[in-house]
């Protein structure tokens, strides 16, 4: 049993600061959209409600992000249509990946939240869809993971932690996302930092962040792994005790120490963003490309992303094509490392 795991600006014009977008050049105006909207293109996309793929269950980072999206997508009205949410939760996204690449084909009403999770759990779940199946449209932030205890842990620190782990791996057990996701394999860096065998690791996999975060709450497990924006709800309220987190430095007020710290020389960032399904045509992924630079300036996105301790990271076109590509190979280098895969 691997890890001893339990499944338990390109537009040319963009938004001013008052909110406006000044259309020009491209499309025709509908007069029943948003005095706002993006001109459609000239097939007339969008022409319906628009719904998002949330691939876990409520509670997480992707169904956080694409609640957020809905929310500033629907108040700029850039999209001159209503934004809907739908949960497809299980198996690190790849159930909602499957759903988009099979059901949704050449239909971009349907677009998906994805992230660096979806490569390692495609791999790890022998997926037989992929992200190189669809049309990425943008990445959108980047989040660093957090480990946290329960609030009335034993754990006051991370080197306390660490060192039951390095003494007995299999009593401290470990809540995260799905199997061969970015918690499981910052666990996997952890253990191999620490000198522990990552085959000792005593990993209990949950469906999305919510969940782990019921178990960490609940005392049902010795620590938890999240992004720090998933879980800064339950750090700021006292439900969790933060021990460290996964970025090269600390964030900007934080008080959270870095693994680098504690001498643990881990750093991973998580990504998440934006996919629409195959035979979606390269106007349309031009367009919401656009759409969601746009949305990304605006002054509501930019305080999420503040909110939520998120870093900006938008990419598109090409230079995301080469990112993906990049991605997969690091994801899998990294799965290697810690047994996950072969």
Same mark, same amino acid.
């Given at each position: 049993?691997?890890?001893?795991?339990?499944?338990?600006?390109?537009?040319?014009?963009?938004? %001013? @600061?008052?909110? %406006?977008?000044?259309?020009?050049?491209?499309?025709?105006?509908?007069?029943?959209?948003?005095?706002?909207?993006?001109?459609?293109?000239?097939?007339?996309?969008?022409?319906?409600?628009?719904?998002?793929?949330?691939? &876990?269950?409520?509670?997480?980072?992707?169904?956080?992000?694409?609640?957020?999206?809905?929310?500033?997508? /629907? =108040?700029?009205?850039?999209?001159?249509?209503?934004?809907?949410? *739908?949960?497809?939760?299980?198996?690190?996204?790849?159930?909602?990946? !499957?759903?988009?690449?099979?059901?949704?084909?050449?239909?971009?009403?349907?677009?998906?939240? #994805?992230?660096?999770?979806?490569?390692?759990?495609?791999?790890?779940?022998?997926?037989?869809?992929?992200?190189? =199946?669809?049309?990425?449209?943008? /990445?959108?932030?980047?989040?660093?993971?957090?480990?946290?205890?329960?609030?009335?842990?034993? #754990? =006051?620190?991370?080197?306390?932690?660490?060192?039951?782990? /390095?003494?007995?791996?299999?009593?401290?057990?470990?809540?995260?996302?799905?199997?061969?996701? +970015?918690?499981?394999?910052?666990?996997?860096?952890?253990?191999?930092? &620490?000198? *522990?065998?990552?085959?000792?690791? $005593?990993?209990? @996999?949950?469906?999305?962040?919510?969940?782990?975060?019921?178990? *960490?709450?609940?005392?049902?497990?010795?620590?938890?792994?999240?992004?720090?924006?998933?879980?800064?709800?339950?750090?700021?309220?006292?439900?969790?005790?933060?021990?460290?987190?996964? @970025?090269?430095?600390?964030?900007?007020?934080?008080?959270?120490?870095?693994?680098?710290?504690?001498?643990?020389?881990?750093?991973?960032?998580?990504?998440?963003?934006?996919?629409?399904?195959?035979?979606?045509?390269?106007?349309?992924?031009?367009?919401?490309?656009? @759409?969601?630079?746009?949305?990304?300036?605006?002054?509501?996105?930019?305080? +999420?992303?503040?909110? $939520?301790?998120?870093?900006?990271?938008?990419?598109?076109?090409?230079?995301? =094509?080469?990112? %993906? !590509?990049?991605?997969?190979?690091?994801?899998?280098?990294?799965?290697?490392?810690?047994? %996950? *895969? /072969?």
């Amino acid at each position: 049993m691997l890890f001893g795991v339990r499944r338990a600006h390109t537009l040319a014009t963009t938004l %001013l @600061a008052t909110g %406006l977008y000044l259309a020009v050049g491209c499309g025709s105006a509908d007069s029943s959209a948003p005095a706002n909207a993006l001109p459609r293109t000239e097939a007339g996309y969008p022409n319906g409600p628009i719904t998002v793929i949330a691939p &876990a269950n409520p509670g997480g980072g992707w169904d956080q992000t694409a609640r957020q999206l809905q929310q500033v997508l /629907r =108040d700029t009205g850039l999209l001159g249509v209503p934004v809907e949410v *739908v949960n497809r939760g299980g198996a690190g996204g790849t159930i909602g990946l !499957a759903d988009l690449v099979s059901r949704h084909r050449g239909n971009p009403q349907t677009l998906m939240v #994805f992230g660096q999770v979806m490569l390692g759990a495609v791999r790890t779940n022998n997926s037989p869809v992929s992200v190189a =199946d669809t049309v990425p449209i943008a /990445r959108l932030l980047n989040e660093y993971e957090m480990v946290a205890v329960p609030a009335d842990s034993p #754990f =006051d620190t991370l080197d306390a932690l660490i060192e039951v782990f /390095r003494a007995a791996p299999e009593s401290i057990s470990w809540a995260g996302g799905s199997a061969g996701g +970015i918690d499981h394999m910052l666990v996997g860096l952890l253990a191999l930092a &620490a000198g *522990v065998d990552p085959a000792r690791v $005593n990993y209990v @996999a949950h469906a999305g962040g919510g969940e782990a975060a019921v178990a *960490v709450i609940g005392g049902h497990v010795s620590a938890g792994v999240s992004g720090v924006g998933e879980w800064k709800g339950f750090v700021d309220t006292g439900r969790m005790r933060p021990l460290a987190i996964s @970025a090269a430095e600390r964030l900007s007020d934080s008080e959270t120490p870095t693994f680098r710290e504690y001498g643990l020389d881990v750093v991973l960032a998580n990504w998440r963003g934006v996919l629409a399904p195959p035979d979606t045509d390269s106007m349309t992924r031009a367009w919401l490309a656009d @759409a969601l630079d746009a949305m990304r300036d605006s002054p509501a996105w930019q305080q +999420i992303l503040t909110d $939520n301790e998120w870093e900006d990271s938008f990419l598109s076109g090409a230079p995301l =094509d080469e990112f %993906l !590509a990049d991605e997969r190979a690091t994801a899998d280098q990294v799965l290697r490392s810690v047994g %996950l *895969v /072969r």
